[in-house]
């Protein structure tokens, strides 16, 4: 299963696609897509849109993995993340890809067994399990750390699945 | 000059459509999108973008108004309000719409005349610039609200232009 995590935000949106076959975990590619600070919000919009369908078809992720948010700093930053992360939810819908939220402490948990983890304990963590040389840049980790959550979380859901079947 | 006004919400996305003739303004159409607000965000961000689409393929506007928001009632309900306002861009822009902002203060100053005019006087107001039989629907009324504000805005700046090109 390919999975696409991302991390959106009006001025750089973050992706991470992780392959998981079996129990072992494969990073495919990370990156972020910079809008620039300067053009109109509604084409910096249409730079994340177009940019992220790019990724979807270069990669073809089967899955699409995004942090749900709950709290912002304020209004004014969770409008503006609300925007990205708008387009980035119709870009998953619009390649028929299905989509899955986790919060800020499942993502934590999964990555590094802890939900107070820190950023730099989280993006370390993110490199030891992707096997990469470096660590990515912050966005570029985030979402691959959401990808690495929906892959455990997936592989949680599927044994509960089997073992609810195989009751008698 | 045809435009679409636009007030976007995650549950219920009001749409106008005005046309402005020399100093005249006729109303074109107007509705509202309704999401249901049980499918998941994802879907109806699907189901937003593209009735916003059908509308601006059925009446082919030249431009796009929208409502500029700087507040709203909690971090929340400001990224809900984002995602739908994120995606409404995004149609303006893939039909290569000029999209121009508005704040409440602005498009209650065009349509009432003055800015602390209460939802009421609105709707009434609309009514009666764009001789409707009766008020439309809130949202409805809210998004030919701000495309009446652009029709006015455009004149204004039409002048502007015109009276700096008429200068010695």
Do not use: W
């Not at 998981?20 to 849109?49: C, F, M, W």
């Not at 390649?95 to 730099?120: D, I, M, N």
């Not at 993006?123 to 959401?146: F, G, K, T, W, Y």
């Amino acid at each position: 299963m390919r999975i696409l995590g991302i991390d959106p935000g009006s001025r750089a949106t973050g992706y991470g696609l992780v392959e998981k076959q079996g129990n072992r975990l494969r990073h495919i590619d990370n990156g972020v897509i910079l809008t620039g600070g300067e053009a109109p919000l509604s084409e910096r919009l249409g730079i994340i849109y177009r940019e992220l369908g790019a990724v979807i078809a270069r990669h073809a992720p089967q899955v699409v993995a995004i942090e749900q948010i709950f709290l912002a700093r304020n209004a004014l930053s969770a409008l503006k993340l609300g925007h990205a992360r708008g387009v980035a939810l119709l870009a998953g819908v619009h390649h028929q890809l299905p989509v899955y939220e986790y919060t800020a402490l499942q993502v934590k948990s999964a990555v590094v067994g802890y939900g107070r983890a820190g950023k730099a304990q989280i993006q370390e963590m993110v490199r030891i399990l992707l096997n990469l040389p470096e660590v990515a840049q912050e966005d570029a980790s985030d979402a691959l750390a959401v990808a690495i959550c929906h892959a455990h979380s997936a592989g949680l859901n599927q044994r509960v699945a089997q073992a609810l079947t195989a009751k008698p």
